[in-house]
């Protein structure tokens, strides 16, 4: 059954046995697994496995799996990734075999590139599709991303001017990524108050948005002269503090992250979709992960929240406490400065 991703939450009323998530937009990917790993956890569907088709990929193994009895949960989740969206002859009798046997303590989740009609029109398709639900994820656009865009001002529950709606959907159609960051960036700036055109060009096209993004990459670059200097030149823009550490937030939970599964033996290369990182940017992750341990990122994630907390509670603007952060993204300056606690 083919079902558009913007239509899943009206069906999630019940569990289909698989879920064929095929499409080149990462955002709606992975938003889209979110929300069944999310109904499928309200299910008892508590242990999740995750597969990749690699190189020497034994499918033996997704049947292993699909017909073992879990140690910690009655009820598995298998996350099947497809990197060509092409199982081949072994994959294809092995995935019609498990669903003509359906397994109601199984879930199984295939995610792949778009498919093309060779692929949809394949058996392997044909049958998985019949048991379950399919989910082409293709950028929208046009009046399907005016709607897309409607959505999610709706979730951040923004109060946009129609010229500042215009705006979003001129910057930003064919990138949902980029356009949903921005929207939990106008939620934290002006999370109540109705936004213009005028204001909106303010927040995202003057230096200084741009500049804390720079800020943020030279971090994970290891570039501390660059940012210690583009930290400065904010603090005396007046950039206002909460914009910063929305940013260091952001890269901090997702290095965490990152480090975690590495430490569970997942591979980098199964986790740039997953994370929604552009291939551009996967250099700057490898450099940070490669550096920083899991011990220094929760070290930095809680002086972080020490930063967060005095600003919510007693508007102190620490930029003391930001630029010794900011340095921490350097392992060497931890033996000098871990200790070091924030009033």
């Not at 009609?117 to 929208?140: I, R, V």
């Not at 960051?181 to 109705?194: E, I, K, Y």
């Not at 890269?251 to 591979?267: D, R």
Request: proline residues 5%; negative net charge.
């Amino acid at each position: 059954m083919r079902v558009y991703p913007d239509q899943l939450s009206r069906h999630l009323n019940q569990l289909f046995p698989c879920y064929l998530i095929f499409g080149d937009d990462p955002w709606l990917i992975e938003t889209t697994k979110d929300q069944i790993r999310q109904f499928a956890k309200r299910q008892g569907f508590d242990e999740k496995v995750q597969l990749i088709q690699e190189t020497g990929f034994n499918w033996n193994d997704l049947t292993q799996e699909w017909q073992a009895m879990s140690l910690f949960s009655s009820k598995r989740l298998i996350e099947l990734t497809l990197p060509q969206s092409k199982p081949g002859a072994e994959g294809s009798s092995t995935l019609q075999a498990l669903l003509q046997t359906p397994n109601p303590d199984m879930l199984l989740i295939i995610e792949g590139p778009k498919l093309a009609n060779e692929q949809t029109n394949s058996k392997w398709f044909k049958t998985l599709d019949a048991h379950g639900m399919y989910l082409p994820c293709a950028t929208p656009e046009g009046d399907q991303f005016m709607r897309w865009l409607d959505g999610r001002i709706k979730h951040f529950k923004l109060n946009l001017q129609p010229d500042a709606r215009a705006m979003l959907h001129s910057l930003y159609e064919g990138n949902l990524l980029a356009a949903d960051q921005a929207m939990q960036l106008l939620q934290l700036l002006s999370p109540t108050n109705p936004v213009s055109a005028d204001e909106l060009s303010h927040y995202f096209e003057d230096q200084s948005r741009f500049t804390v993004f720079q800020l943020t990459d030279a971090l994970l670059n290891n570039k501390q002269d660059s940012a210690q200097h583009m930290l400065a030149q904010l603090n005396g823009e007046g950039t206002a503090l909460p914009i910063l550490l929305w940013a260091l937030f952001k890269e901090l939970g997702l290095l965490f992250n990152l480090k975690c599964e590495q430490a569970q033996g997942v591979a980098l290369s199964a986790l740039w979709g997953k994370h929604r990182i552009w291939d551009k940017r996967k250099p700057l992750y490898q450099a940070a992960l490669q550096r920083l341990s899991l011990e220094q990122l929760e070290h930095m994630l809680a002086l972080a929240s020490k930063l967060e907390l005095n600003l919510k509670q007693q508007g102190k603007e620490d930029w003391t406490g930001l630029s010794h952060l900011c340095l921490l993204f350097d392992p060497r300056a931890h033996r000098h400065l871990a200790h070091i606690a924030i009033d």
